[in-house]
């Protein structure tokens, strides 16, 4: 085998989103000690265990491995300040959370969106890391959203999915593909446009579902096709894929994407992104568009024969 770089296999690595998490203990002079991990998992119900690592170079190394336990605190979404002072050398971590011990000992946060405090079950020496297995004595879950992780950067995946729909006008469309077809419908205007619905305060997902439900159609939500800014209409738009089983639309009709058809389409940005799909289905190369009604870049997405 030829050498891995070990700088490329953690980006690659990274790649894997995952939750963050505080692991705390106590040293052995009963002084609070923790450190900011990614590296956690369950690992039975019954008995109930859970597992995190830390690695050999940490400076808490010594004192998680002989510890008689840990908590495991999942932050929420408002806690990155949180994750940021327990992954630094900062002088005392604990003065920047509100924390007690848990039933078992360990500290456990306030404000997070669960913990774990755990008796110590096992010790695995794995590599240049050390797996505390620990057996769950008690926990405590709460409604926050949990913070993400992943290619280096925090995820606020709630909060962001919040601000969007609240803070932007989001229009949703269906581009609902039968048998080389697309269904379209007829505007105000006499003007062609896909299904497209604005979404509320229940979530693209249920405006596409209902969107999909009104159309009188089979069809199966699909991959994000295009999303972009329209400046000229001032909303965002996400245009999602769908492969329909057939069926009378009880509103439009699947339409070949000819010259004149998409001469009739209302918006140019949909025209555009129509386009684009008339010129990857006869190749069979899918990408999603990013960018706004005018200019953006696609990226691939698929690649092989259609219906292989």
């Not at 963050?20 to 609070?32: A, K, L, Q, S, Y």
């Not at 830390?54 to 979404?77: D, T």
């Not at 794995?126 to 004595?137: K, P, Q, S, T």
Request: hydrophobic fraction near 40%; charge should be negative.
């Amino acid at each position: 085998m030829s050498e891995i770089d070990p700088r490329a296999l953690r980006n690659a690595f990274g790649t894997f989103m995952t939750g963050v998490t505080v692991v705390t203990t106590h040293d052995p002079e009963g002084n609070p000690i923790g450190f900011t991990a990614n590296s956690f998992t369950s690992v039975s119900l019954d008995p109930p265990l859970v597992l995190v690592c830390i690695a050999n170079s940490s400076s808490n190394y010594a004192a998680f491995e002989q510890a008689a336990g840990f908590a495991v605190n999942v932050l929420a979404e408002d806690q990155k300040d949180v994750s940021n002072t327990f992954a630094r050398p900062v002088d005392d971590r604990f003065a920047a959370v509100s924390w007690q011990k848990g039933p078992q000992g360990s500290p456990v946060f306030a404000g997070v969106s669960a913990w774990f405090d755990c008796s110590m079950h096992n010790r695995v020496e794995a590599g240049d890391h050390l797996i505390l297995i620990g057996r769950v004595e008690a926990f405590e879950t709460s409604p926050a959203p949990g913070l993400g992780y992943a290619r280096g950067a925090y995820v606020t995946a709630a909060a962001e999915a919040e601000a969007l729909t609240q803070g932007a006008k989001l229009i949703v469309s269906a581009l609902i593909e039968h048998e080389g077809k697309v269904l379209l419908m007829g505007n105000d205007q006499g003007k062609l446009t896909l299904p497209e619905i604005r979404v509320g305060k229940e979530g693209a997902s249920a405006a596409l579902a209902k969107l999909i439900a009104d159309t009188g159609v089979e069809a199966e939500p699909g991959f994000i096709y295009s999303v972009y800014e329209d400046k000229a209409r001032e909303h965002q738009h996400i245009s999602f894929l769908c492969q329909s089983a057939g069926g009378t639309p009880a509103k439009g009709v699947f339409t070949a994407l000819t010259q004149s058809t998409l001469m009739d389409i209302a918006d140019a940005a949909m025209c555009t992104m129509l386009e684009r799909f008339a010129s990857e289905s006869r190749m069979g190369n899918f990408g999603v568009y990013y960018g706004n009604q005018t200019t953006g870049q696609v990226r691939p997405v698929a690649t092989g024969s259609k219906g292989a």
